[in-house]
């Protein structure tokens, strides 16, 4: 097959929502369909149950909610599909917006019973920023839902994006039957099978059909029938050209639990995404056809089979033609690398990859020496810049609470933040050198606390700091910077205007902060620095 091909047939996307909309039991249930995995596990982490295929780890098991992103691989009739899970709690985010600059594509899962939730408004916007088409799938159509009608009217006052229903649900809760897909004006009746582990059988009819009729009760029927006339009338007009500019949102209905309106929310969505789009750098346009290969790393994990104790870099491929054993360069560091363990994943499972192309995820093992963000490329010329940068809401420190496992604790530490699971900081005045960390959200502690003591065996106790808020400091100015004066080690001090409340700290690449415990202490600070100083809430 050709590169241009090879880059048709491919479909990466994230599934996003607020926690708990059914994302990973919908990721579980595109694979079933896909004929990647024959049974679907459940996804709520009962106890003695096998976990879901995307949910690996074993705090995720533990609490049944996604701590980290996870990738799946799998052909589904002529598409590869690399489709991303991601992790709904805010605490979180820093993995969901990373995995968003690595995708063509998002699927939003919507509640249908609870409607628009704050954390899928702030993905989605994130989504329409970075001008993804957003496909929509309203879930849990088999619980008292909220009118169909009103869902869709939501997205248009809340999100502000026109919609376009695919399909209708033949009512909710215990009247959900079934789907009318409105491309065949056919509709498609539901069988439950236990658990939800298998297909679910389905039989197609017209709506004038006696068993559509027979299957709902008669004021539903009569309901949905209305419905469906009224929709013919309103509704943004389809567009694909929109769908892919991110205008309009495609809506399908279903229950990801129960497997109804998957396969025609797979289906469909196939039809409409784009294939793998290609990535500025500067104002050079690396289109996924280009012969040289090219991608970034947007996330790193290790352990993610504890037996192994594994790096897995991720990378999204933008152009070109992977091949394992290649040599590439980082361009950050210039240093050439021969690519030789590159695996595709499939939650735990993993198989060697031999080739890939643009749009696909390819997990390199091994310790390279990647940062999230970096480029490795055959054309040491191009450099994307695609991470997003995130501010610390929330402060703690390390402590080592066991001196004899020192090396362990400090060896996980350094593996953690090289995942980005917190970013350090360094008071200057500290008697004692124990690591401050910040984080997004305090469950981020949680998980780096549980990581180190269960994957490292170190022994840690949290200390919360006061702090919340953070600001970059710049000189305008450097050359009215302090000099070091001869002997002193440590950086100079900046002439700042600080107020009592106000601790200075260095990041990890020596840049001053300075951190606040609340928002009128850090307007103070910013109206008496911001003449000599650029005052920044990310790193500068
Ligand atoms: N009734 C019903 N429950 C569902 C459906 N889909 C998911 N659930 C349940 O909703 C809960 C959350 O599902 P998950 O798939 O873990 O949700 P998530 O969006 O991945 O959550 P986070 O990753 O933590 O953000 C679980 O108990 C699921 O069994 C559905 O279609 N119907
Ligand atoms: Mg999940």
């Known amino acids: 097959m050709s590169a241009a091909s090879e880059v048709a047939r491919r479909r990466t996307f994230a599934i996003i929502s607020h926690p708990d909309a059914g994302k990973t039991t919908l990721t579980e249930k595109l694979l079933l369909y896909g004929g990647a995995v024959q049974l679907a596990g459940s996804v709520t982490a009962r106890k003695n149950q096998r976990a879901t295929t995307s949910d690996w780890m074993e705090l995720e098991k533990q609490r049944g909610i996604s701590v980290s992103s996870t990738v799946l691989q799998f052909e589904y009739k002529d598409a590869v599909i690399n489709l991303l899970d991601t992790p709904g709690h805010k605490d979180f ?49 088999d619980r008292p839902a909220r009118p169909p009608l009103e869902l869709l009217d939501e997205l248009e006052r809340v999100l502000g994006i026109a919609s376009c229903p695919m399909n209708w649900p033949l009512g909710d809760g215990v009247d959900f039957k079934g789907i ?92 409409m995404a784009p294939p793998p789009a290609p990535r500025l750098v500067g104002d050079r346009i690396i289109e996924p056809a280009d012969e040289a290969f090219s991608g970034f790393v947007f996330k790193i994990q290790a352990n993610m089979n504890p037996r192994h104790r594994d790096h ?18 980082n361009t950050r560091t210039g240093a050439k690398l021969r690519l030789g363990n590159s695996q595709r994943l499939f939650a735990q499972e993993r198989e060697t990859v031999n080739e890939a192309w643009a749009g696909d995820v390819v997990g390199l093992v091994g310790n390279y020496g990647f940062q999230i963000g970096d480029t490795l490329s055959e054309d040491p010329t191009i450099k994307y810049d695609e991470m997003p940068r995130f501010a610390p809401e929330c402060f703690a420190y390390l402590h080592n609470e066991n001196t004899a496992k020192f090396k362990r604790f400090r060896d996980g530490l350094d593996q953690l933040l090289k995942e980005g699971v917190a970013q350090p900081f360094e008071l200057p005045d500290a008697a004692v050198r124990i690591p401050l960390l910040g984080a997004v959200g305090p469950l981020q502690f949680d998980v780096l606390k549980y990581r180190l003591e269960s994957e490292y065996s170190a022994e840690v106790r949290l200390e919360f700091a006061p702090w919340t808020i953070v600001r970059w400091l710049k ?27 106000t601790t200075l700290a260095l990041d990890a690449f020596g840049n001053w ?27 500068i």
């Open 475 to 501: 000189e305008k100015n450097p050359e009215e910077a302090p000099k070091p004066v001869r002997g002193q080690t440590t950086k100079p001090r900046p002439n700042l205007v600080a107020s009592y409340d």
């Open 180 to 271: 009318f897909d409105r491309q065949t004006n056919q509709v498609h009746l539901f069988e439950r099978t236990v658990g939800g582990m298998f297909r679910a059988p389905v039989n197609v009819k017209g709506i004038e059909d006696d068993s559509v009729r027979n299957a709902l009760p008669p004021l539903v029927y009569a309901r949905v029938c209305e419905e469906l006339e009224l929709l013919d009338g309103v509704g943004a007009d389809y567009s694909l050209e929109k769908v892919r500019r991110g205008e309009i949102t495609p809506v399908f209905y279903g229950s990801a639990m129960n497997n109804f309106g998957v396969q025609l929310m797979l289906d469909g969505f196939l039809s």
């Open 93 to 141: 985010s820093e993995d969901t917006y990373r995995v968003l600059t690595a995708v063509d594509a998002a699927v939003m899962v919507i509640d249908a019973g609870k409607g628009i939730e704050s954390q899928t408004l702030k993905l989605f916007e994130v989504c329409r920023r970075r001008g993804v088409p957003i496909f929509t799938f309203m879930n849990k159509l």
């Open 312 to 329: 897995v870099a991720f990378i999204r491929i933008v152009s070109g033609c992977f091949q394992r054993d290649m040599t590439a360069t």
């Open 513 to 539: 902060v300075a951190l606040f415990s609340d928002k009128i202490s850090a307007g103070y600070f910013e109206s008496k620095n911001s003449e000599k100083f650029e005052i920044s809430p990310y790193p």
